[in-house]
Antibody, heavy 117, light 109 residues
Framework: EVQLVESGGGLVQPGGSLRLSCAASGFSFSSYWMSWVRQAPGKGLEWVASIKQDGSEKYYVDSVKGRFTISKDNGKDSLYLQMNSLRAEDTAMYYC??????????WGQGTLVTVSS | EIVMTQSPATLSVSPGERATLSCRASQTVSSNLAWYQQKPGQAPRLLIYGASTRATGIPARFSGSGSGTEFTLTISGLQSEDFAVYYCQQYKNWPPEYTFGQGTKLDIK
């Protein structure tokens, strides 16, 4: 059974940093692109970042370029999102998802990030 | 950036009836269009990809159509568990610039 479990969310002040993790199991993690998708409270979905199977290619939505870094550790079956210079508008539930030809079948339960002073 | 616009924002339909949800792209996305369902407190669920192909395990009452810039999700014979928010997502561009519509909330009438 495919499982994705996010962790690392919490309350952080504007300008602060946070590192999200996603532990994967039930599939060959090294064989898949992976992504982060977020959802602000009461709002719609927004793709944040994607990473190739071996980590050699990474892509970001414009609003997080230069601030967020996606990475994966295939030895630990884990996906990460390092978030720096956080802003109030980054407040959202962050989902880890497994790519299936640029769509997402498997999602985690999400981890909530709140940026507030 | 390709902007996805969904209509209506809210749709009220009676159980057993048919619901028709629309999604428009600001430029052609060919058939690179997916639909998701999301219920409160849950992660989204992929329903349709390639504009018209049902994902694994999705009931036949869900159907997608369209190509280019105009797309439709039709749910026939609405059941109680279908009342949720629905999002369209385009995945045309490479490198990826995936974008979602703002969602349509399907309400019980």
């Amino acid at each position: 059974e495919v499982q994705l479990v996010e962790s690392g969310g919490g309350l952080v002040q504007p300008g602060g940093s946070l590192r999200l993790s996603c532990a994967a199991s039930g599939f060959s993690f090294s064989s898949y692109w992976m992504s982060w998708v977020r959802q602000a409270p009461g709002k719609g979905l927004e793709w944040v970042a994607s990473i190739k199977q071996d980590g050699s290619e990474k892509y970001y939505v414009d609003s997080v370029k230069g601030r967020f870094t996606i990475s994966k550790d295939n030895g630990k079956d884990s996906l990460y999102l390092q978030m720096n210079s956080l802003r109030a508008e980054d407040t959202a539930m962050y989902y880890c998802a497994r790519d299936e030809h640029s769509t997402w079948v498997y999602w985690g339960q999400g981890t909530l990030v709140t940026v507030s002073s | 950036e390709i902007v996805m616009t969904q209509s209506p924002a809210t749709l009220s339909v009676s159980p057993g009836e048919r619901a028709t949800l629309s999604c428009r792209a600001s430029q052609t996305v060919s058939s690179n269009l997916a639909w998701y369902q999301q219920k409160p407190g849950q992660a989204p669920r992929l329903l349709i990809y390639g504009a018209s192909t049902r994902a694994t395990g999705i009931p036949a009452r869900f159907s997608g159509s369209g190509s280019g810039t105009e797309f439709t999700l039709t749910i026939s014979g609405l059941q109680s568990e279908d009342f949720a928010v629905y999002y369209c997502q385009q995945y045309k561009n490479w490198p990826p610039e995936y974008t979602f519509g703002q969602g349509t909330k399907l309400d019980i009438k």
